[in-house]
């Protein structure tokens, strides 16, 4: 099936896609600001406890829930713009309110929470509005030759707000004050609106020129809703994509922040050394994630192998990288860590970039006018592994560390159990390729496990 389903619409080029990465940018820079900025102040300045931004972070990717029903309608919009401009207003919104919560716990720290509650939630349903929209703007109007490269792009800009907003707010937060953070939040925010609001002004073309056009005429029920996430559900193609996307992004986001303690502990490195480390597997992410463009890129597509195969060997790749992470923790200063954790970057990057250039393939497929439900409902996929990643994982590693007495064998059954996921995660990309293909799935005790579970 065609990407582009909006009758006479014209498909987008780099220019276009460059307008969403830098929307995707701004995106990002709000929630940086929220995550990171916020997070250090809470715990530092604030002196309270890690888990108060911990669980404040969490809220939000529990939020994120909705985004079935914000794809959903997208879908009965049938435009995007509208949603990806209002998702953007209320994450403005509710990070200014975050920063007013901070702000306000030093003085009453209930009543800061408790906004600070609102906030994450609003920033929740904004990344949610937005992200959605996004993606599925790029699944209907991005050709096929150029999603490799298009996806790479727009989140390869998105980790070039999430630096730029971290630099610039640092250096106008110095010298801290509570004024000043919600000074330099509100103007984030309204900077944001603005540069979000030229980059949508025609971009879903001519017809489409006021955002506010096109939407119907009263508001879908929740019925209507329900129906239509059944009917998706019931797509084997789109189900089993659900699963390998929960298992591939949860073992991603486990090793976060379970890697720098583990140099720091067995291999003895300073925290400048573990910052180096963890710099060189981000560099190594974006190498991978370049190599998986020019894979998928039309002149030389094919010739590098396909995208979605690079899923299937970016799993495996991360699995085996993995493997060498639980076998150094035995083995300590011995092993060769740089190179096992910019190979574990590179495949990481391969598979994740693969991942959505897939996604944005199979959400125009099955039934007409469900590009946005199956894609907020990959989003809310993702969003539950990112939630249970960050808690699961120093968890995990500390439930370890208790059982098995020692920080070595904890790190090896954490790594261990990261590796199985990845290999999970690959088990499912073969799935969803053979669906594609229309070939029959293998029988086997795992297949067959899969398939109860899913019914």
């Known amino acids: ?36 900025t916020l997070n250090r102040i809470m715990v530092v300045e604030l002196a309270l406890p890690a888990l108060v931004p911990g669980l404040l972070v969490g809220w939000h990717y529990v939020v994120q829930l909705v985004r079935p029903r914000m794809g959903f309608g997208a879908d009965r919009g049938r435009r995007c713009t509208p949603w990806m401009l209002g998702g953007t207003v209320v994450l403005a919104v509710g990070g200014v309110l975050a920063a007013l919560a901070t702000a306000w716990m030093a003085q009453d720290w ?17 990344v949610s509005a937005s992200g959605t929209s996004l993606l599925v703007l790029m699944a209907k109007r991005v050709p096929d030759g150029l999603r490799a490269p298009a996806a790479t792009a727009v989140w390869m800009m998105m980790i070039f707000g999430f630096a730029v907003t971290a630099v610039t707010v640092g250096r ?9 953070l919600v000074a ?29 056009r096109g939407l119907p005429a009263r508001r879908p029920g929740w019925n209507a809703f329900l129906v239509a996430l059944r009917e998706v559900w019931s797509e084997p193609q789109a189900r089993v994509f659900t699963v390998f996307v929960f298992f591939s992004m949860l073992a991603y986001s486990t090793q976060d922040l379970v890697l720098e303690p583990f140099a720091g502990e067995v291999f003895g490195m300073s925290p400048g050394q573990t910052t180096q480390l963890s710099g060189l597997q981000h560099a190594s992410v974006l190498a991978g994630m370049l190599w998986v463009a020019l894979a998928g890129w039309g ?37 060769p860590l740089r190179a096992n954790v910019a190979a574990l970057g590179f495949a990481n990057g391969t598979f994740s970039i693969a991942a959505i250039a897939t996604m944005m393939r199979l959400s125009t497929q099955g039934r007409q006018g469900r590009e946005g439900t199956r894609m907020g409902l990959w989003g809310a996929a993702q969003a539950v592994a990112f939630g249970l990643g ?3 994982g120093t968890a995990l590693s500390d439930l370890a560390r208790w059982v098995l ?5 904890a790190y090896t059954s954490v790594f261990a159990l990261e590796g199985c996921m990845f290999v999970l995660s690959a088990l499912c990309a073969l799935w969803v390729i053979r669906l594609g293909a229309g070939q029959p799935v293998p029988r086997g005790r795992l297949i067959s496990e899969l398939e109860r579970v899913q019914t």
């Open 172 to 180: 106008l937060i110095d010298p801290y004050s509570p004024e000043r």
């Open 1 to 36: 099936m065609s990407p582009v389903m909006v009758e006479g619409a014209v498909p987008f080029g780099i220019w276009q896609v460059l307008r969403l990465g830098l929307v995707q940018a701004c995106l990002g820079a709000v929630v940086v600001l929220t995550t990171s």
């Open 390 to 392: 960050g808690v699961g």
């Open 184 to 212: 330099v939040s509100a103007g984030l925010g309204a900077v944001v609106i603005l540069i979000v609001t030229l980059c949508l002004w025609r971009l879903e073309g001519a017809a489409s020129a006021g955002l506010g």
């Open 405 to 409: 007495g020692a920080a070595q064998p």
């Open 299 to 335: 002149p030389v597509r094919g010739r590098l192998g396909s995208v979605t195969r690079w899923m299937v060997w970016g799993c495996l790749g991360s699995a085996l990288a993995m493997v060498g992470l639980a076998w150094g923790s035995l083995h300590g200063p011995d092993w």
């Open 110 to 126: 209930v009543a800061g929470l408790a906004l600070a509650v609102l906030a994450f939630s609003l920033i929740g349903v904004g």
